[in-house]
């Protein structure tokens, strides 16, 4: 997984207490959306998620934990997810977007202990070169299918006893990256990742 710190937004402070404010008290996507989308009337181009900088123990480092309907309004790309008995919709526990770049990464839980990243991947960078290149510099993972296309494919204990597996591929223009927590086969994590729709 990529992630890529090097756009900061300029969110005023009444934007960013407000946000965090209705995140606080749990009082809903709706209610969150309704004050992000009216403190962004005065900048259309501002992000809906602030630009807060803060360190958390969550998902990803800077974000914050907000609503799925939230993240699907503040990610600029669609947040593809699995469709699968070990991780769907029914079985998410977090939702988490970057506040350090414009949400352009997403970071998802399942009651599985799978964990899925998503962010927008460079135009013009060839994923399946990147692939075969830090397969070969780590002497790790296999290049593999998914959705017909190129994955890097990571098994479970590959790399030591107890390391996680992974597959990352590229959807839709999407970085999509599943880490499972120990539970999980490399099996299982190709058929949760063909299952993403």
Known sequence: MMIR?????????????????????????????????????????????????AETDGLIPGGIQ????????????????????????????????????DANTVGFEYSS????????????????QWASGVSADTGSGDIETVHGTSAWVVAPDANWAGSPGSVEFLLGGVDVTLIEQGDLSKDDLLRIANSIA
Request: glycine share 6%.
């Open 5 to 53: 710190q090097d756009r900061l937004g300029g969110i005023p402070l009444k934007r960013i207490v407000t946000v965090l404010l209705f995140c606080s008290l749990g009082t809903g996507a709706g209610v969150i959306w309704a004050a992000v989308n009216h403190a962004s009337k005065a900048n259309e181009n501002a992000p809906l998620i602030p630009d807060i900088r």
């Open 66 to 101: 907000v609503p799925l309907t939230t993240a699907q309004l503040a990610a600029p790309f669609p947040l593809y997810r699995p469709q699968d008995p070990a991780a769907s919709d029914s079985t998410l526990t977090q939702v988490w977007v970057s506040t350090l770049s």
């Open 113 to 128: 202990g799978l964990r899925a990243f998503l962010e927008a991947w460079p135009p013009g960078k060839d994923f399946e």
